[in-house]
């Protein structure tokens, strides 16, 4: 596989093997693929967690388990003079 950088990630690259962190540009970039492999991942699970609590939330109202509040209550709460 050939992978074509840009300038600025080819100076990274090779600022990252220079540093001694590394052996080879080849590890920079299994690393940052790992990396965002990683972060990807823990946004998918963040998305779900919320997903699960706003489904608790629907599943409440329609149970009627709500309580209403207007914008003016809201900001009254929070101190917020309109």
Do not use: P
């Not at 590394?22 to 946004?43: D, F, K, P």
């Not at 629907?58 to 509040?69: D, P, S, V």
């Amino acid at each position: 596989m050939h992978v074509s950088l840009t300038d600025r990630l080819n100076d990274y690259v090779r600022e990252k093997v220079a540093s001694g962190l590394y052996n080879n540009a080849s590890e920079v970039v299994r690393e940052a693929l790992r990396r965002q492999i990683e972060a990807e991942m823990s946004e998918e699970a963040r998305l779900a967690r919320l997903r699960e609590a706003i489904d608790i939330g629907w599943e409440q109202a329609e149970r009627g388990e709500f309580a209403a509040y207007s914008l003016d209550d809201t900001l009254e709460r929070l101190g917020v003079k309109r």
